[in-house]
């Protein structure tokens, strides 16, 4: 059986971590498939939205496999094969039931959007095990909700959980497990409304102001990303103001 499943339905690329009896805990090995897993992903023009998850229902990944080494070296993606995947303008989703622990929370903060179950918790408890979270999460937390939050999370090694992480703005929504698969699919079929190039741009866009000193200086640069260029370019821009005046449904080709 493989330690990581790929499925494609549509639009939608599910990648599912699949050792629920080690609480998808990543090995060496599995970041190099998950890797390549979303260089898949990212290549190929008829996907659009990827949604990442765990097996069973008591993690969606724990973090890395301390019996397999700590090692510090990942793949070219970085951690989970995500971490340092920056120019990726596709939306990904992060479907956590369950635990989402050390390089597991780390894995769920590089995606665009967490979805959560009522039973999941979230936390990087690396220094109670004499390590430090190399994913990216000491980088992502505080910008997400804010210094003195995320230190108290990263310091303590104190787990939250998903009705918290909601109120520290990590989390986009908490729901019953039993309503978990509803809702992202939601959430899918809503990105999915909009013209692939649009919503590159939009993500595209939004990460890269944040590296502007102020949003002016964001607004004027805007027109150099590149996802914002190929957005301006694209046969789907002219194919929305054609179906506004036409007063029909958009056919979005992704190009």
């Keep these: 059986m493989s330690d990581i499943l790929i499925s494609k339905s549509g639009a939608i690329t599910r990648i599912t971590l699949n050792r629920p009896g080690q609480l998808n805990s990543i090995t060496p090995q599995m970041h190099a498939d998950l890797d390549k ?26 973090g890395s496999d301390l019996k397999s080494g700590l090692g510090n070296t990942y793949p070219e993606g970085g951690y989970a ?4 995947r920056f120019d990726l303008a596709k939306p990904v989703i992060a479907m956590v039931n369950g635990f989402a622990l050390g390089g597991g929370f780390e894995l769920a903060l590089a995606c665009d959007l967490i979805i959560a179950s009522d039973n ?3 936390g990087l408890p690396e220094p109670l095990v004499g390590a430090v979270a190399l994913g ?7 910008r997400q909700i804010g210094l003195k939050q995320a230190m108290g999370m990263i310091l303590t090694s104190r787990r939250v959980c998903a009705h918290e992480g909601y109120r520290l703005g990590f989390v986009n929504e908490v729901v019953s497990a039993e309503r978990l698969e509803e809702i992202v699919q939601g959430y899918c079929d809503d990105i999915l409304k909009g013209a ?7 993500k595209a866009t939004v990460y890269e102001s944040l590296d502007e000193p102020d949003v002016g200086t964001a607004q004027n640069n805007q027109e150099n990303y590149k996802e914002f260029a ?13 179906a506004f005046v036409e007063k029909r449904k958009p056919v979005w080709t992704g190009k």
Excluded: Y
């Design 81 to 84: 094969g995500l971490s340092n």
């Design 120 to 122: 999941a918790s979230f």
């Design 230 to 242: 190929r957005w301006k370019n694209s046969a789907d821009a002219m194919e929305g103001i054609n």
């Design 196 to 202: 692939p190039p649009s919503i590159r741009a939009s």
């Design 37 to 62: 897993a979303f260089d898949a992903f990212a290549s190929d023009d008829r996907q659009h939205v990827c949604v990442v998850t765990g097996a069973g229902e008591k993690a969606f990944c724990a």
């Design 136 to 142: 990216g999460g000491l980088h992502r937390l505080p």
